[in-house]
């Protein structure tokens, strides 16, 4: 008995037809990437193209590194390293007088971003600093690292610019009271 799934005209089960959804709903970023990558050939978009083969190839390097398929935590901060490249790369060629080349690490910079989870806010930041700091009862900027980390593991999921975590957490721990 097979019936219509809904997903173009495949007669299939129900259950098979209900893993093929799923899987469709649950793809990783290396996946999405590739189907993006795809994507990108088609539509001869170059740059688009570019990126995706550096993000993979970043991905890939990894992967060789640790001997295994890496988890979704762990691509996610491969594409914030290249993101942070990317923005050191856009302030080096700004100061150097170089804006067409600046322009082109914007664009790439926004590609990259598309595939990253959506920011912490401000008061999300605030909120996980004062808690970090709660909690491991820090009273001076000595204590700063572990405020940071429980800051970070209290933000997983979302996109965290190091840089500005930590000197938030310089601040309010070196304001006193």
Known sequence: MTEQCGIGDCQASPALCYSRVHEEKAMSLAEKIQRDLVDAMRAKEELRLSVLRGIKAAIKHREVEKMRALDEPESIQILQTLVKQRKESIDH?????????????????????????????????????????????????????????????????????????SDRVRDRLSKPG
């Open 93 to 165: 060629f700004t100061k150097g007088n170089r804006p067409e080349l600046a322009e082109k690490e914007t664009k790439e910079l926004a590609i990259i971003e598309s595939y990253l989870p959506a920011g912490a806010s401000d008061a999300e930041m605030d909120t996980a600093i004062a808690k970090a700091i709660s909690e491991s009862r820090a009273t001076s900027v000595k204590q700063m690292g572990a405020v940071v980390k429980a800051a970070k593991t209290a933000l997983e999921g979302k996109t965290v610019d190091g840089k500005a975590l």
